[in-house]
């Protein structure tokens, strides 16, 4: 069972996690890619990540704007398995 991280171990976090911000018991990344296609090949990334993780993020497609809200639900609210998983995505995106 994942634990709950303190708001001070989030914002520890959250500094080496320059493009993500909080939202309440989320962590919430918009990343624009050159291209719907290429928009949603980074989703197909994120899903194989996710899917190895078994930690999936809630993904909202726009165009060629994808935002990915991530949060432990099983918790309740945000555990290491976020922030493991915004670092892959953020390392998956460039
Ligand atoms: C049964 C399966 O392990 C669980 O439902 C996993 C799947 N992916 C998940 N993803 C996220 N974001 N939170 C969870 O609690 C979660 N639980």
Do not use: C
């Amino acid at each position: 069972m994942a634990e709950l991280l303190s708001d001070g171990e989030i914002d520890t976090a959250l500094a080496e996690l320059p493009g993500w911000r909080r939202a309440g018991d989320s962590l919430v990344r918009t990343v624009e890619s050159p291209s719907f296609p290429e928009a949603v090949e980074l989703v197909r990334k994120v899903a194989e990540a996710a899917e190895a993780a078994n930690h999936h993020p809630d993904i909202d497609i726009r165009w060629r704007k994808v935002t990915y809200t991530l949060s432990t639900h099983s918790a309740g609210g945000l555990t290491q398995l976020d922030l493991d998983l915004a670092a892959q995505i953020d390392s998956l995106a460039g």
